[in-house]
């Protein structure tokens, strides 16, 4: 079993539509959680981090984290074409490296 | 701006040669790291280095070697060693400290082997 599962898609989406992407994690160790954003060809970009478990939000977005399931999900509502992406999630401990999910692909369609 | 710089964007390389990759950083980070990414695959952690003339093994520094002999700089050698290069390579930095200590990315260096 990998330390962090993530569904690879592709998903697609009409405009408008609210996503929802999700990891599973197997060490209940982990205290931070980021998604990151990653267009093709390019570098991922952080989109929102959390600390233990809760919700949080930022415009459009916004992160859950439930340590209990050992599951997290990034929402994105209105979604816009400029969100057809790859979007990664990363998790670790505090004063270790990150551990980072294959990535889902999102495409939002005009 | 502050970011990091990676160079060159795109790299062949024929079987059986040493290639350099580049990677620069002007956010005053003390960490930095070399991530490997294939399809379908997470991100996988090569090297990296929390202080100058100082650096460990990631999950798989077989056949890379790195260097860190200025604070801004972390080159990472795609070896002859490596038996299966062609892939796209992440630099990134970030602090060091308690905390969640982001990874800041640079936008990649793609290897080809022929």
């Known amino acids: 079993q990998k330390e962090v599962e993530q569904d690879p898609g592709p998903l697609s989406v009409p405009e408008g539509a609210i996503v929802s992407l999700n990891c599973t994690y197997s060490?209940?160790?982990?205290?931070?959680f980021m998604w990151y954003r990653q267009y093709s060809r390019k570098g991922p970009e952080l989109l929102m981090y959390?600390?233990?478990?809760g919700n949080k939000e930022d415009g459009r977005f916004t992160a859950q984290v439930d340590k209990s399931s050992k599951y997290i999900s990034l929402f994105i509502r209105d979604s816009q074409p400029s969100d057809s992406a790859t979007y990664l999630c990363?998790?670790?401990?505090?004063?270790?490296?990150?551990?980072f999910g294959p990535g889902t692909r999102l495409s939002v369609l005009p | 701006d502050g970011g990091i710089t990676q160079s060159p964007k795109y790299l062949f390389r024929k079987e059986g040669q040493n290639v350099t990759l580049s990677c620069e950083q002007n956010?005053?980070?003390?960490?930095m790291y070399w991530y490997r990414q294939d399809p379908g695959q997470g991100l996988r952690l090569i090297y990296y280095s929390q202080i100058v003339n100082d650096f460990q093994k990631g999950d798989i520094a077989e056949g890379y070697s790195v260097s860190r002999e200025k604070k801004e700089s972390f080159p990472l050698t795609v070896t002859s060693a490596q038996k299966n290069p062609t892939a796209f390579y992440l630099c990134?930095?970030?602090?060091?400290?308690?905390?969640?200590?982001?990874?800041?990315f640079g936008a990649g260096s793609r290897l080809t082997v022929l």
């Open positions: 990363a998790m670790k401990v505090e004063g270790q490296n990150f551990v």
């Open positions: 956010l005053n980070h003390d960490a």
């Open positions: 959390t600390y233990s478990s």
């Open positions: 060490n209940s160790a982990f205290q931070y």
């Open positions: 990134a930095s970030s602090i060091v400290g308690s905390g969640a200590n982001v990874l800041t």
